[in-house]
């Protein structure tokens, strides 16, 4: 019903910056919320940040000051734009999409995001 394809992730050095894109396809509701997780190898996912289709974000408290996320409603897309990365920011960056009122969740597979020190 819905596909989200995250693109932009990759290799980077600390305090480099990084933007990733995640495009979405399908029963996309007008009322939504479109946001960023990220998981580490032997950690839970964590959400990053989140975008409602009104423009209201929300940030994780790892992140705020530093991640900025925005969304072109016209290209059903989210941007996370990612800077002052540091190594704890190094994660596999998952997509997510909600659609209102089903309140139903949709998953991209995943964006590798390295930070070296």
């Known amino acids: 019903q819905v596909q989200l394809v995250e693109s932009g992730g990759g290799l980077v050095q600390a305090g480099g910056s990084l933007r990733l894109s995640c495009a979405a396809s399908g029963s996309i509701f007008s009322i939504n919320a479109m946001g960023w997780y990220r998981q580490a190898p032997g950690k839970q996912r964590e959400w990053v940040a989140r975008i409602t289709s009104g423009g209201i974000t929300g940030y994780a408290d790892s992140v705020q000051g530093r991640f900025t996320i925005s969304r072109d409603n016209a290209k059903n897309t989210v941007y996370l734009q990612m800077n002052s990365l540091k190594p704890e920011d190094t994660a596999v960056y998952y997509c997510?999409?909600?659609?209102?009122?089903?309140?139903?969740?949709?998953w991209g597979v995943g964006t590798l995001v390295t930070v070296s020190s």
């Open positions: 997510n999409l909600v659609n209102y009122p089903s309140s139903m969740n949709y």
